[in-house]
């Protein structure tokens, strides 16, 4: 008998393990919290950059700088302690004005960010200091640089033309693109809202109602997405990229800083040795918590969990998902696809009117289908009965209807931080 406890909501539960053939808890490969951001950050921008040189040797203090930073939605790397050292940097060691210093909130297409948003994004001191703007996917003045070999006509933000351009980003698995950060600070961060559409089509197949098979987490090879992606950010050609590794309580452990495409890439192998699990085998049985709030405020935010968990289980098995989502379903644009799962339509309704929140619910349904999922969530059952997820609101409820005998299971305490992929 094995008893896990594991975070939901402000709170945490107890699940106890009877009779199973094999128990794993699935976790991180934990990474050194940086102590001193400071001297890290020195070193990263003069000594320990990757395939470039120097910042200092990039950037003339006559040069109109551009920084790309991540929106509200990425809050948890906390960009804004890195942003605040790098305007100093470039300020007090570059000499270039304040003034030749402007910074875009990379919201491809989300909502704006408010003022407040923009003081917590950059930092209070750097506010006062430099311009802050929102991109706005449907501007009239963005600037077309050119079609990717997949069709992707590429517009981007005119601050990120004629300007020297930095990055700064985390990087993370992603469900399409193979790892978030790097490139996608450019698209879909500062493009056009019709060249994001574009990019993103690629998730579906071309040729049957699912999603791209050469699509996924950790998947860059071939990836039409990524790829994609990849040559629209080379059309911008950034001067430099800075790149974050957090880990699972949102500690920055890593900076990675130097040609755009390259120090990306070298986090993303961190990111993979150190939140990527291998497994021997796919398990019966996979128990995922979000890590409790706010990682399971809602649906949109806790699926992650959901979907990592699809990456353990056995087709036929069991998902037993712990997100109390005391705000419900989250954003309409992840919520609101339910009715095309009750009309049976999701698969053209996504295509002919396609969003980044309705992939993320379509991936979502294509986990469910293959298993069953049982959740412990604030959510009512009828809300989610059409997705096929079974809610529940006590945990022993739910446990009464699982049978641990002679089943391989998996514990996954933070299922959004944790990849499982089968070791080859």
Same mark, same amino acid.
């Given at each position: 008998?094995?008893?896990?406890?594991?975070?939901?909501?402000?709170?945490?539960?107890?699940?106890?393990?009877?009779?199973?053939?094999?128990?794993?808890?699935?976790?991180?490969?934990?990474?050194?919290?940086?102590?001193?951001?400071?001297?890290?950050?020195?070193?990263?921008?003069?000594?320990?950059?990757?395939?470039?040189?120097?910042?200092?040797?990039?950037?003339?203090?006559?040069?109109?700088?551009?920084?790309?930073?991540?929106?509200?939605?990425?809050?948890? &790397?906390?960009?804004?302690?890195?942003?605040?050292?790098?305007?100093?940097?470039?300020?007090?060691?570059?000499?270039?004005?304040?003034?030749?210093?402007?910074?875009?909130?990379?919201?491809?297409?989300?909502?704006?960010?408010?003022?407040?948003?923009?003081? $917590?994004?950059?930092?209070?001191?750097?506010?006062?200091?430099?311009?802050?703007?929102?991109?706005?996917?449907?501007?009239?003045?963005?600037?077309?640089?050119?079609?990717?070999?997949?069709?992707?006509?590429?517009?981007?933000?005119?601050?990120?033309?004629?300007?020297?351009?930095?990055?700064?980003?985390?990087?993370?698995?992603?469900?399409?693109?193979?790892?978030?950060?790097? $490139?996608?600070?450019?698209?879909?961060?500062?493009?056009?809202?019709?060249?994001?559409?574009?990019?993103?089509?690629?998730?579906?197949?071309?040729?049957?109602?699912?999603?791209?098979?050469?699509?996924?987490?950790?998947?860059?090879?071939?990836?039409?997405?990524?790829?994609? &992606?990849?040559?629209?950010?080379?059309?911008?050609?950034?001067?430099?990229?800075?790149?974050?590794?957090?880990?699972?309580?949102?500690?920055?452990?890593?900076?990675?800083?130097?040609?755009? #495409?390259?120090?990306?890439?070298?986090?993303?192998?961190?990111?993979?040795?150190?939140?990527?699990?291998?497994?021997?085998?796919?398990?019966?049985?996979?128990?995922?918590?979000?890590?409790?709030?706010?990682?399971?405020?809602?649906?949109?935010?806790?699926?992650?969990?959901?979907?990592?968990?699809?990456?353990?289980? #056995?087709?036929?098995?069991?998902? /037993?998902?712990?997100?109390?989502? $005391?705000?419900?379903?989250?954003?309409?644009?992840?919520?609101?696809?339910?009715?095309?799962?009750?009309?049976?339509?999701?698969?053209?309704?996504?295509?002919?009117?396609?969003?980044?929140?309705?992939?993320?619910?379509?991936?979502?349904?294509?986990?469910?289908?293959?298993?069953?999922?049982?959740? /412990?969530?604030?959510?009512?059952?009828?809300?989610?009965?059409? &997705?096929?997820?079974?809610?529940? $609101?006590?945990?022993?409820?739910?446990l009464k209807g699982v049978d641990f005998e002679g089943k391989d299971v998996y514990?996954?305490?933070?299922g959004g931080y944790t990849m499982p992929y089968l070791r080859k």
């Open positions: 008998m094995n008893t896990y406890t594991l975070g939901y909501g402000s709170q945490s539960v107890d699940i106890t393990i009877n009779g199973a053939n094999s128990v794993e808890v699935l976790n991180e490969k934990p990474l050194d919290e940086i102590t001193d951001l400071h001297a890290t950050f020195l070193r990263a921008v003069e000594t320990d950059m990757v395939a470039s040189p120097a910042l200092r040797e990039l950037i003339a203090p006559t040069d109109l700088v551009t920084i790309v930073v991540s929106d509200i939605t990425r809050f948890w &790397m906390r960009q804004d302690l890195v942003t605040k050292e790098l305007v100093n940097y470039l300020h007090d060691i570059i000499g270039v004005p304040y003034d030749n210093i402007a910074a875009v909130i990379a919201l491809g297409t989300h909502r704006s960010a408010s003022t407040e948003e923009h003081r $917590r994004l950059v930092s209070e001191e750097i506010y006062e200091k430099i311009k802050v703007y929102n991109h706005d996917c449907l501007a009239d003045d963005l600037v077309y640089l050119g079609t990717t070999s997949f069709g992707t006509e590429v517009r981007v933000n005119s601050l990120a033309v004629g300007r020297k351009v930095i990055l700064i980003g985390g990087t993370v698995h992603h469900l399409m693109s193979g790892f978030g950060g790097g $490139r996608k600070s450019v698209l879909p961060g500062i493009s056009a809202k019709s060249t994001i559409l574009q990019n993103h089509l690629h998730c579906l197949s071309p040729d049957e109602s699912c999603s791209n098979p050469l699509i996924g987490m950790a998947k860059l090879e071939n990836n039409p997405v990524h790829e994609d &992606m990849t040559e629209a950010a080379a059309m911008v050609n950034p001067a430099f990229g800075i790149n974050i590794v957090s880990n699972s309580k949102g500690k920055q452990c890593r900076l990675i800083c130097g040609n755009w #495409k390259l120090a990306w890439e070298e986090s993303c192998r961190i990111v993979h040795e150190h939140f990527g699990v291998p497994i021997e085998k796919k398990a019966d049985i996979v128990i995922a918590s979000c890590g409790g709030f706010p990682k399971d405020i809602n649906l949109y935010q806790g699926v992650k969990s959901l979907l990592n968990a699809g990456q353990a289980v #056995k087709d036929g098995g069991t998902i /037993l998902f712990l997100a109390e989502c $005391r705000e419900g379903g989250g954003s309409p644009d992840f919520f609101g696809w339910i009715q095309s799962v009750i009309t049976d339509t999701l698969d053209a309704d996504l295509r002919a009117n396609f969003s980044i929140g309705g992939y993320i619910f379509y991936a979502a349904c294509e986990v469910i289908r293959r298993c069953h999922v049982r959740m /412990l969530t604030e959510i009512p059952a009828d809300t989610i009965r059409d &997705m096929k997820i079974e809610a529940y $609101r006590d945990i022993e409820e739910l514990v996954m305490p933070y």
